[in-house]
């Protein structure tokens, strides 16, 4: 069992900056990818950015160049430095974790970050 807490959100205009935090409690050891996902009202659940414990990243074409995630030495935390925020940002943010095996998926409460003017 894993426990995933965000926190970090909230409002900020067009080209500011957010970073996101996820801290990660119970069956840590097992973790082998930690994510960031997003929903905005009325769409589908995507992938924002995710992290393996090889230090491997991937990204939304959506927000390349902007967003950065990374995770801390002991990988119980997983950070989503969010730059140049755009109003189609705007969403709720999941943090998300597979574990090795079986590849559990485990999910935090979100935290809304809205972008606008």
């Known amino acids: 069992q894993v426990r995933l807490v965000e926190s970090g959100g909230g409002l900020v205009q067009p080209g500011g900056s957010l970073r996101l935090r996820c801290a990660a409690s119970?069956?840590?050891?097992?973790?082998?990818?930690m994510n960031w996902y997003r929903q905005a009202p009325g769409q589908q659940r995507e992938l924002v950015a995710g992290?393996?414990?090889?230090?491997?990243?991937n990204y939304a074409d959506s927000v390349k160049g902007r967003f950065t995630i990374s995770r801390e030495n002991a990988k119980n935390t997983v950070f989503l430095q969010m730059n140049n925020l755009k109003a189609e940002d705007t969403a709720v943010y999941f943090c998300?974790?597979?574990?090795?095996?079986?590849?559990?998926?485990?999910w935090g409460q979100g935290t809304q970050v809205t972008v606008s003017s």
């Open positions: 992290i393996t414990n090889g230090g491997t990243t």
């Open positions: 119970g069956n840590t050891l097992s973790i082998y990818t």
């Open positions: 998300h974790v597979r574990l090795f095996n079986p590849p559990t998926p485990f």
